[in-house]
């Protein structure tokens, strides 16, 4: 049976951020349609660059609902962590009714906002209370965590993830293959498997 995955992340801005290589869902869409057999399969975009939670939420039919997919993964966090915590319980709320609009038969994935270089940590500082925040509302809501900045610690340690980001705060090619991996290996689909 197809399966129909809807990606709600960061925009069409990938192709500035990765020097026009693929964006994360990209990666995924190559995964399950080209390596795993499975071509009838649609992974779509709807992310847009800038958007926060709020902004998702209030577009829910756009976003998500006209599609009814199988899977949405949602990406959110690192625009809304510039409001600091004061913008977390928008945040959280807006996140919770969001998963809620998603309905019984979708699989929800929610991910963790990633590591952003320490040049740029001081501006996103709240950024780890809206991670934390996606962790738990993926164990209150039963949605499949993807912690990327698990990942992003393990592999860097305490050194700065600046080899795997464009900039200060968006992933890089190299940091959307890493998300990619992280993603495709925690809805147990594999990794992406390279030449």
């Excluded at 349609?33 to 660059?49: E, F, K």
């Excluded at 600046?162 to 689909?189: E, S, Y």
């Amino acid at each position: 049976m197809p399966l129909e995955l809807l990606t709600t992340a960061a925009g069409p801005q990938s192709v500035l951020c990765t020097q026009g290589a693929r964006g994360w869902g990209e990666h995924l869409h190559e995964r399950l349609r080209w390596q795993l057999g499975r071509h009838t399969d649609v992974v779509v975009n709807t992310g847009v660059s800038g958007w926060s939670a709020p902004d998702v939420l209030r577009e829910q039919d756009w976003v998500s609902g006209r599609f009814r997919p199988d899977v949405l993964s949602v990406s959110l966090g690192t625009n809304d962590c510039l409001a600091g915590d004061a913008g977390l319980p928008a945040f959280r709320e807006a996140m919770r009714k969001f998963v809620e609009g998603a309905g019984s038969r979708t699989q929800v994935v929610l991910h963790t906002p990633v590591l952003v270089s320490f040049a740029e940590r001081e501006r996103r500082a709240a950024m780890p209370a809206y991670r934390q925040a996606v962790r738990e509302l993926a164990a209150e809501s039963g949605a499949l965590p993807v912690d990327h900045e698990a990942h992003r610690r393990a592999h860097h340690q305490a050194a700065d993830p600046i080899g795997w980001l464009d900039d200060p705060a968006p992933p890089n090619a190299a940091g959307q293959l890493q998300m990619a991996q992280v993603a495709l290996r925690a809805m147990g689909l594999g990794e992406i498997e390279l030449p």
